[in-house]
């Protein structure tokens, strides 16, 4: 098994793994971050350069280092390599660069978007971002579409982190949309007006990085640090029916598929668990959804003192988080 070193920690790993799951397998601070790249969905990484790493040594039988940064979820690892992302000045400098090109047409309406609290690009420009862009022209911008009854795209938005295409290829019988054009005009669109309707294209709102593919039902009702993310199940004939249902009392607010650390979702979810069943009584309810402390969603989080039984969400005894609480003191 080949044995890499990423700032400093080392680890074995099989045959074929890249540095970026090299580096998840070690966890903490050295993940590169990601933007395009989803483990679950075939062919994804390799388009928004946010994962790049310098390697410092190829291997042991060739320690030339590469000399340019490199994508780590598209190059695999080799016997002996050393890594280095959080610990090279050059390459914080290189990603700085890249999240810049990323900003250039995002235009500044956090206040406003629906994935605010959950937008990565927000922890890049916070991390890389500069105070004020360098860009001179005028941006791109797009008119806000409904590329399907329960989805709003806006492309003014969009990273062309190709995330959704990859659902649309994978999950779905037939794909109605793609990314038409190319270069600096290419854009997120159905053909020929055609709708995305198909029994899992709500996944594609998932897994979009960004706040360009929101849900129409969810839009503007609620910052998500407002509404209170727990896991659920349900009997389902097209998925596993698991997911997080985000309430306000006993109101569901939405429904999404479950994530891990990685904010990649677990398991895919149809939509008529995502869209048609807003009731907590159609739901078995087993309780609060791990969110980490770091997030924003977590102010509002809680953890349980006994179980929580469903349709009975008022009559059950919740505290603040503990750690939380520690951490303020």
Partial sequence: MPKVTIDGHSIEVP??????????????????????????????????????????????????????????????????????????????????????????????DCPICDQAGECYLQDLSYEHGLAKTRFEFQRRTFTKIDIGDKIKLHMTRCILCYRCVKVADQLTPQRVHGVL??????????????????????????????????????????????????????????????????LKGEEVYRVTGRRDAYDEVIDWICNECRFDKKKTSDWVIEGPSNISRHSVISQNHYTLKEPRHKPLLNAVKVVPDQNLINEKK
Wanted: aromatic share 6%; glycine share 8%.
């Fill in 15 to 108: 045959e074929g793994t890249t540095i970026l799951q090299a580096a998840r397998m070690i966890g903490g601070n050295i993940v590169p971050p990601v933007m395009c790249y989803y483990s679950t969905l075939k062919t994804s990484g390799g388009y928004c350069r946010t994962c790049i790493v310098k390697v410092s040594k190829g291997s042991d039988k060739d320690p030339r280092p590469i000399p340019k940064p490199v994508a780590s979820c598209r190059t695999a690892v080799m016997d002996g390599m050393e890594v280095q992302n959080i610990t090279s000045p050059e390459l914080l400098k290189a990603r700085a660069g890249v999240v810049e090109f990323l900003l250039i047409n995002h235009p500044l």
């Fill in 181 to 246: 054009f190319r270069g600096g005009v290419s854009e997120i669109s159905t053909y020929i007006q055609k709708a995305v309707d198909n029994d899992f294209s709500g996944n594609m709102i998932d897994v979009c990085p960004v706040g360009a593919l929101t849900d129409r039902t969810f839009r503007f009702k609620s910052r998500v640090w407002n509404v209170n993310p727990v896991d659920a199940h349900r009997d389902c004939s097209k998925c596993k029916g698991k997911v997080a249902l985000w």
